[in-house]
């Protein structure tokens, strides 16, 4: 890696000789670092690429970016070099609107398009809601976390620790509240969203929704949990799904049976949390 994209980009377990590469993208806070379990689980078959985004952890003295547009900008320019037909790209809500855009990005620079896309609990770009957490005060802030859970306690009862994570969340929360995708905005790579059965923030009609950004094809995957369920105790299921559509195996070697339900007009698969 270049410095700059040493910067950028996390890898904590290389695996060169992998047939498949999975460039992850956080949620809004979050940091390369969160998805240090799916490379312990993926490594060496899949290798597994973090971006760090500037305002926290080691690059917590650098300004934060309180846009979509500026940060895909800056991710695309770095991640070019490993954007191809052999990578997909996850991300975790924020994370899956910034996935997207990168993806467009490649696409209209490249005429090419990478191996697919997964997009955990996000609404699709074209489901808008009216939000403004970014304008609250830091009580306003602590609520909206306690409200998705998944931050860790201790965080919220040391003052140092929320003085340097505050500004990085606002600033998150900026960018993708006041985020918007122009109507058409579509893919040319498959889509696979996925969503906590009790996310506060998505429906899974919200979630259905993304089909309609995405010319390839598409699969909508319910599982237990709210908001992060990503690392609640299915996680195991979450990482065998997204190995299994990145090695392109059937659907039947997934953890459980796909069972097809309606949702409009589309078809669903939800992960028993029996396993």
């Keep these: 890696m270049t410095e700059d ?47 760090q985004y500037p305002g926290r952890q080691d690059r917590r003295k650098e300004p934060c970016l ?11 320019r770095v ?23 990168v993806v467009r990005r490649m696409e209209r620079e490249t005429g090419r398009t990478c191996a697919g896309l997964f997009a955990s609990g996000r609404r699709a770009p074209s489901c808008r809601r009216q939000e403004e957490v970014h304008r609250r005060d830091d009580t306003g802030i602590f609520a909206e976390l306690m409200d998705l859970g998944g931050t860790d306690p201790r965080l919220l009862q040391d003052d140092e620790l929320l003085a340097a ?9 900026e960018a993708i509240e006041t985020y918007w995708a122009e109507d058409g905005a579509a893919v040319g790579c498959p889509v696979t969203v996925m969503v906590g059965e009790d996310d506060p923030r998505t429906t899974l009609e919200e979630a259905d929704a993304w089909r309609r950004h995405t010319t390839a094809a598409f699969e909508l995957w319910s599982f237990p949990g709210g908001h992060f ?40 698969n939800r992960v028993d949390p029996r396993g």
């Design 66 to 76: 309180t846009s979509i547009g500026e940060l895909a900008d800056r991710v695309y």
């Design 229 to 268: 369920f990503l690392d609640g105790p299915h996680r195991a299921q979450v990482v065998r799904t997204i190995a299994n559509r990145l090695r392109g195996t059937a659907a039947r070697t997934s953890p459980t049976p796909d069972t097809p339900s309606s949702l409009g007009s589309a078809c669903r």
């Design 5 to 51: 994209e040493e910067l950028w980009l996390r890898c904590f377990r290389p695996a060169p000789d992998s047939g498949h590469r999975l460039l992850c993208f956080p949620h809004a806070g979050g940091s390369a670092s969160s998805f240090l379990p799916f490379a312990r689980s993926l490594t060496p078959d899949i290798e597994v690429l973090a971006v």
């Design 165 to 173: 994570f505050l500004p990085c969340l606002r600033a998150d929360y």
């Design 79 to 101: 991640a070019a070099p490993w954007l191809d037909a052999s990578t997909a790209l996850l991300g975790h809500s924020m994370g899956a609107v910034l996935a997207f855009e």
